[in-house]
């Protein structure tokens, strides 16, 4: 059973058509929730890490929310430059990666365009 | 300030053979983790690395293993490789300590024929 699911697979949206990710996790004992984007060829770069349940952090166009169940990666007015992979990954010590490693969501794949 | 580092960035070896690959840390940043991407698993974790010492481990076969010297950086090996180890290896890196930020590197990408 996958502990970090993300939704959609992939999403495809018009320049400043808004919308949301979605990365819900079963684990417990949850460390920090990050998310990163992901551009081809290229490693992870990280965007966010969200602690406790209510937590919000933004970032220019992207703003990022935790629960206790779930995390939205919320994208407002997104421009073609936003087209990425966006992962979800958490830290807890019952998860695949340990209390210190990252157990990663199979990301979506946002394309924007203009 | 200069990010994690990784080498080699593309290698191509035969099945049986090994591979070794290198990981340079952010300066100051004593936490290593490696990782392995490919298309149907996504990201899936190996193992992490704190002042010399594996604290964790992912769910892969004996075949792979690490070790990080006292400067922080960290090598990973794959003995005796099969086709499916050709991936995207990647190395994180952190302060190790709660509210830390974990850091990516560009990659390392193993094709094995």
Redesign the interface.
């Known amino acids: 059973e996958d502990q970090v699911t993300q939704s959609p697979e992939a999403l495809r949206l018009q320049e400043g058509e808004s919308s949301s990710l979605n990365c819900s996790y079963t684990v417990s004992g949850l460390?920090?929730l990050?998310w990163?984007r992901q551009d081809p060829g290229?490693?992870?770069?990280?965007l966010f890490?969200l602690?406790s349940a209510g937590e919000e952090k933004e970032k220019e166009r992207l703003k990022a929310t935790l629960t206790k169940k779930e995390s939205f990666l919320h994208i407002t007015a997104p421009k073609p430059e936003d087209s990425a992979t966006y992962?979800c990954?958490v830290?807890a010590p019952n998860s695949?990666?340990?209390?210190?490693?990252?157990?990663?969501?199979?990301?979506t794949h946002l394309i924007i365009q203009p | 300030k200069a990010g994690v580092t990784q080498t080699p960035r593309y290698l191509i070896k035969t099945r049986g053979q090994q591979v070794t690959l290198s990981c340079s840390p952010i300066s100051g940043h004593r936490s290593v983790s490696w990782y392995q991407q490919t298309p149907g698993q996504g990201l899936q974790f190996l193992f992490e690395y704190f002042s010399e010492t594996q604290r964790n481990k992912g769910n892969f076969p004996g075949r792979f293993s690490g070790r990080q010297f006292s400067n922080s950086r960290s090598e990973m090996n794959v003995s005796t490789l099969e086709l499916g180890d050709s991936a995207l290896y990647l190395c994180a890196s952190s302060l190790a300590t709660l509210g830390n930020t974990i850091y990516f590197g560009e990659g390392s990408w193993l094709t094995v024929v």
């Open positions: 460390r920090g990050f990163y290229k490693g992870p770069e990280f890490t602690y992962l990954a830290q695949g990666g340990g209390a210190d490693g990252l157990t990663f969501g199979k990301g």
